[in-house]
């Protein structure tokens, strides 16, 4: 057992778990839904190597959601944060609404306040209406409208039953890895297209807050960030400031604009061409809006050095020194808990942040099923030394109000497709058979004693 119980943290902490439309939901062709991005990515023959796996079917949650909300609240979690389907709402991303796609999770919102259980909602977690990315996607302007339009039409359909509302799911992640890098749906490649997609999301990070204020204005609003420690490799003015500049693109980016900050130009010039590209008169007051809480989403650290090969940042990532810390997850990620306290920490120094809610966190390992059971015992690990984290943080003041693991489920992971199993709950994807792990039981006993 942990050093610690539910008490500790305090009656009024959120205990739950999350999901993704995209990841959990399958269904791709059904009730109306239009397609996503991600249908398309994942759709498209790659040029070498086996075909991508998909989420057409995914967890099947479309169908199986009440049995897994069930789970949930059995585990004695409290809350469920999950994102609505952009292109199951809006199949076109504007216009005409698909009453079946309102329908579905009217009835997931209703399973889950019939059991206690209160709904988070996510309203952009990466998928994209395919056919809005025909026009351009977060690269064209008009995405301000086309956001501001959906989000209208959620609150306005669920502001009456759901109080708890995030605008965008790691916005640094969707632009960099999707418009970028292009390892991610949509694919596309190019520092233009990063620097576009990037100030139209944190334009409509701000804009999405204010829409849910005007339709719902007993809400509590956040968003979420992607964030990690970042540390210089060596002492080196060199490897200093890479990290500064790592630091800057990575962790501030995003929400610096929206505290009315602005962009962190000066330890990123990068963002110089962003501004003078991108920024229009009157965006940066547009991108400012008063969040009752933000959502942190901490994996690892980042070490980093310098490096004259890397275009644009001139750093890049390294392993940490053998010996730092040599436990790994299936993701080849660091497991590195005190990062989770350093960077609630540094989240927190912003004067403007009211409250901090760990929106994600968790890990994926190779999981095996013996006898109907899954003996996780790494990832019982895990949650017990990152929430002794989350707990040291608090208990020196800082203002934490929740916590939701990652994931609810074993699911579609984006470009690693099914091999990584982050879930509290195995799914055999064959089957759709459903076992709760050790690490779920491990949360009950948490939760409910």
Known sequence: MSDFTRADFGPDFVWGAATAAYQVEGAYNQGGRGPSIWDTFTHRPKRFGPPRPTGDVACDFYHHYEADLHRLKSMGFTAFRFSISWSRIMPQGTGRVNEPGLAFYDRLIDTCLRLGLEPWITLYHWDLPQALEDKGGWTNRLIIRWFADYVDCCTKAFGHKVKRWMVLNEPTVFTVAGYFAGVHAPG????????????????????????IRRNVPDAKIGTTFFCAPVEARTSSLHDQRAATRIDALGNRLFIEPALGLGYP?????????????????????????DFDFIGL????????RHSWFTPYVWARQ???????????TQMDWEVYPEGMYRIIKQFSQYKNVKEIIITENGAAFPDVVQDGVVDDGQRVDFYQRYLREVLRAKKEGITIGG??????????EWGEGYRPRFGLVHVDYKTQQRI?????YWFQQLLTR
């Open 188 to 211: 596309r490649r190019g520092i233009n297209n990063f620097m576009l997609a990037a100030h139209h999301a944190i334009v409509c990070q701000g804009e999405g807050g204010r829409i």
């Open 265 to 289: 130009v000066q330890d990123a010039p990068l963002l110089e061409h962003l501004v003078k590209q991108c920024v229009q008169p009157g965006d940066l007051d547009r991108t400012t809006f």
């Open 297 to 304: 989403q901490n994996y690892f650290r980042m070490v980093v």
């Open 318 to 328: 390294i392993k940490p020194r053998d010996g730092d810390n040599t436990q790994r």
């Open 403 to 412: 916590y939701f693991a990652w994931s609810l489920l074993d699911n579609f």
């Open 436 to 440: 709760i792990k050790q690490s779920g």
